[in-house]
C-alpha cells in the first residue's frame, strides 16, 4: 500500500472504521468527516498518526487536519470507506440521520454560510487568475514600469483577463452553486445568462424601462455580483422540486425547464436579482461604515485577534462581506487585507519564534514543516492547531505583532486590490494600478507583522520543559 492508503486507513479505524462513516469531502487541508458516532473517535490515537497535523471538531463535524496531502488522502479514503466521492451523502434510513434539522438562527446562519463556502471556494483558483493578471498589467503598465501604454495590446490582453472573469462571475456561481443547491446545472447557468445578456440590461436602462410580465424591472447591473446569482440558484432549487412533484413523467422533459426558467425569469429580474444587489450594497455600505468611523482602531484589534477568527471559521461571515465590497469597489480595507496577507505573516512569525524556543526535537521538526507549508503553500492551519492553540503562552505575542501591524495598516490606509497566492507571495495583493505607495505600506505592515510577533515570541515565549530563571 501506498503512504497515503496507509494513512486514510489509519483514520478510517480511527474514526470508528466504515460502518461509522456517512459523509467524507475536503476543503484545502482538512478531510471532514460526518461520522454516525462521534464517541468513536480515538482522538488522541488520531493525532499522533504520521501526516494528521490536528483534529477539530467543528459543530459535530469530524475534521481531520492534513495539510496539502489531503487531496491524495481523500481519494484513497473514499475507495476503502464505500462513501460518495465529494461531497454526495449516500442514502442512510436512520431516522437520526434522515431527519430534517430543526429551523433555528443558528442553523440558518450556517446554512448561508455553507451555501458562500461551497459556491465560492471552487472559484478560488480564478480569482487567483483575476489577481495575478491585474498585477502583471499594473506591472508592466504605466504605473510601475511603464513599459506600456494602458492602450497597448499587451496591457490590455492581462487586463482584459481579469474584467472578462469579473463580468461573467454569475455565471461561475451559478455552476458551482447549482451542485450546493441540486438544481439543473444548465438551467441555473441559463439563468444566469439572462442575467448579464446585454440587449435584456439595455433595455432595463433605457428611458420606458423594461417590464418582464408586465412587471418593472429595476435598473441593476449584475456583473460581478455574488449575492443575486445565489438567490436565484436558491429558490429555483424549491421551483425545480415543485415543477417535478406535480408535472406527470411525460412531460417532464418539456415542462420542467422551460417552466422553471419561465416562472424565475420574472423572480430574478424584478425581486431575487435587485434584492441580492441591494443586500450587498447594505454589507459594503456596513463594512466600509465601520472602517471609516473606526479606521486604525478597527484594524488594530482585527488584526490582533485574526488567527483566533481563522482557527474556528469565525470571520466567514466577515470575509464573504467584504468579499462583495471588493468585487464591487475594487478594493476592500477593512478585513481582506488582514485575512488575506497580513494573518499568513503573523502565524509565520509565531511559527518561527517556536522553532528557535523549542527545546523538543519533535516539536522542531513538526515546527519547520509547518512553516514551510505556510511560507510555500499558505496553509496556516498546522500552526494554528498545532502550536498555537495547544500553547496559551503564544497568545500575547500574536496579539502584539497583529496589534502592531494592523495599527500600521490603519493608519497608511492600506488596501486590498486583488488575490494573489495565498503563500508569502500574497503581499501582491496590495498592487494598485492607481496608488503605488499601497504596495510598498502593504509590503512594510506584512513584514511588522512577521517581525514583531517573532520578536515577541523570542522575548516572552516560554518552551514548556523550560525552567523559569533563579531555580
Known sequence: MSKNADTAQAIL??????????NAYHCMTRLRLTLKDNSKVEQEALKKLPGVMGLYDNNGEIQVILGPAVDNIYEEFVKISDVHHEDAIPENEDPELTEKPKITPKSILKGILNAFSASISPLIPLFVVIGMANVVAAIIGPTLLNLVSDTDPLYTNFYYIGQAILYFLPILLAMTSSKFFGTNRFISVALACIMLYPDMLTAIAGETGYTVYGITAPNVTYSGQIIPILLVVWVQSYVEKFLNKFVPNALKVLLVPFGTVAIMLPLEMCFLGPLGFNIGALLCGAVLGLYQVAGPVETTIVCAVVPFLTAFGVGRPIFFACLTTLMTTGVEFAYMPI????????????????LIKTKSKEQKQYAITSLVANALGGVSEPTLFGIILPNPKTFLPIIIGGAVSGLYLGIMKVGY???GPSNVLSVIGFVSAENSANFINGCIAAALAFVVTLVAMLVLYKDKDEAPKGK
Not at 13 to 22: D, F, Q, S, Y
Not at 339 to 354: E, H, K, L
Open 339 to 354: 485575512a488575506m496577507v497580513i494573518n499568513n505573516f503573523i502565524v509565520m512569525g509565531c511559527c518561527t519564534g517556536y
Open 13 to 22: 479505524t480511527r474514526v470508528g472504521g466504515k460502518a461509522n462513516v456517512v
Open 417 to 419: 486590490y486583488s488575490f
